[in-house]
C-alpha cells in the first residue's frame, strides 16, 4: 500500500514539473493589421484576436459597420480619414426612456462591440447618416454589448438626420452597457430629428448616448447640436443613464472625467423635458453613481425658433477656403475649410505624418581600398533616416590623347582632347602641362598655343594619379614667320 501511495505522489511530482510548452503555444498571436485591406478582412472574422502594425489611411474605403466580438488592440496607432455613409444591416433591440423598444440599426466603425478595443485612435472619422429607422451613430460602437473600449480616442464629426422614433450619437458608444475607460473624444456631432409626428426620443451624450457603461478617465471636448421634434437627452458625458429592462440592477459609475462642451439644441414638443446637462442628461438608473468629475466648460444653449435647424455652419449655403497643413515629424497633415462669412472652420483630408529629409552626411568617406558610410537626417527633429554605404572609389586606368605628336606653326592652336576609362571612374578630370612654355603653353581644356620655336612636351595626367599621358609639339615658323622676323629684325634674331 505504502510503495503505492508513494507511486502515485511521484506522479503526481512528476506531473507538476513537466514544461507547459503545449499551454503557451495554444494561445495564438493575434493578427498584425497594417492596411485598409486588413481591416476590412477582420468582418470576415470579428472574433478574431488583432494588434495593429502601422497607422492606417481609410481614404476612399468603401466601409460597412460589423459586429465584434473579438480584441483589437490598436497598440496606440491611428486610423485615419474612415468615412460612414450608411448603417450595418443587422438589427438589434434598443429602449428609450419609458423602456418601449426598438428594432435599431447602428453606424460606427463597429457596429456592436461585445469584445474589447484598446489603444486605438481614430482621428478624422466621419459619419453623416440620413435614417428614417431607428439608429444611432458613434466614434467606435454602435451598440457596446457588455464589451470594453479602453483607452481610445476619437476626432472626427458625427451627424446623423432621422425621421424615426429613436435616434442617438455618442463620442465612443451609441447604446448599450460594458465599460469605458480612458478615452478621448473631440467631436461634433449633430443630430436632426424633424418629423413632428414621431415626436422622437434623442440621445447624445460626450461618451454614450444611451445605457448604462462604466465611464471612467475620460476626458470630452465637444461641439453638439440637436435639433429634435421631440424629447431631448444631451449630456457632455452621457445622454440618459437608464438600465433595460426596467427590473434590472445595476450599478454604474461616470467618475473621473472632464467635459469642454458646449451643446445647442431645442426641444420642440408641448409638455416640455429638455435635459441637457454637463455630466448625465438624465438619471434613470437609481444605482449610478457620479463622481470625481471635472467641468472645463459647459454651455448648454436652447433655441426657442423651430424654424431654422442648428447646425455648426449656420450659412445655408456655404463656401469654404482651403487651407492645408503639411505633416511634419510626429504630427498628421491636414486641411482647414473655412467658410468666410461665418468664420466656421473644421478640418479634413488628413496625412501621414513625415520626416523631412537632410542633406546627405558623409560619415566615413570612401577610398580606393575601402568603401565608406553616409547617413541622412531629417532636417527638423534630426533623427536618423537612412544609413548606407559609399562603395570604393574607383581609379583610372588609362590617359590617351588624340594626338600623340603635334607639328605647329608659330601661334598656331590645335586641341587635344582626353580618353579617360574607364568611364565610370570616380574621378575623370585632368590636369593639363606643358615642359616647356617658351614653346608651346596649354590651357585647362587642353588647348596648346605655340609661342615660340622649339620641341616641348605637353602632359595630361588624371587627378587621382593612376593615368597619364603625353604629346610631343613641334613649333616651327613658317616663310613668311621667318622672312618677317628676319627683315624686321636682322642679324640680331639671328642671334
Known sequence: MKHRLLAAALGVICFLLLPLPALAESASAPVVVSDAAGLLA?????????????DIDMSGVDWTPFAFDGTLDGAGHTVYNLRITRACEETRITYDGRHRGYHTVFAAPFSVVSGSVQNLNLLNVTVDLDMDDPCFIAGVAGYLLGGEIVNCSVQGRLKISSGARQCGAGGVAGFGHGRIEGCAVDAEIVIVAV???????????????????????CSVTLKG??????YVHNGGLVGLSDV??????????????????????????????????????????????????????????????????????????????????PPHCDAFGYSTYTNPDTGYSYTDDYTAPAHTPGEWQVVVPATYDSEGLRRQYCAECGVLLAEEAIPPLIPTASCELSEAKLRLSYRETRRLRASVLPIDATNTNVTWMSSNESVATVDNEGLV????????????????????????????FTFGQWLTRYVLFGWIWQQ
Open 449 to 476: 598655343s605655340a609661342i615660340g620655336k622649339g620641341v616641348a612636351a605637353i602632359y595630361c595626367k588624371t587627378d587621382d594619379g593612376f593615368a597619364s599621358a603625353a604629346c610631343e609639339v613641334e613649333v616651327y
Open 244 to 325: 433595460n429592462p426596467k427590473n434590472k440592477r445595476y450599478f454604474e459609475h461616470v467618475r473621473g472625467c472632464s467635459v469642454d462642451a458646449v451643446i445647442s439644441f431645442f426641444e420642440d414638443v408641448e409638455d416640455r423635458r429638455a435635459y441637457c446637462r454637463v455630466y448625465v442628461g438624465e438619471i434613470q438608473n437609481g444605482n449610478l453613481v457620479v463622481t470625481g468629475n471635472e467641468t472645463v466648460r459647459f454651455e448648454s444653449v436652447e433655441s426657442t425658433d423651430f424654424s431654422r435647424l442648428l447646425l455648426p455652419d449656420m450659412d445655408e449655403i456655404p463656401s469654404y477656403d482651403a487651407a492645408v497643413t
Open 42 to 54: 477582420m468582418a470576415q472574422r470579428p472574433d478574431g484576436d488583432y494588434m495593429l502594425g502601422a
Open 195 to 217: 418629423d413632428s409626428g414621431s415626436t422622437c426620443e434623442e440621445y447624445l451624450g460626450g461618451v454614450l448616448a444611451n445605457g448604462y457603461a462604466d465611464v471612467e478617465n
Open 225 to 230: 447640436f440637436t435639433s429634435v421634434r421631440g
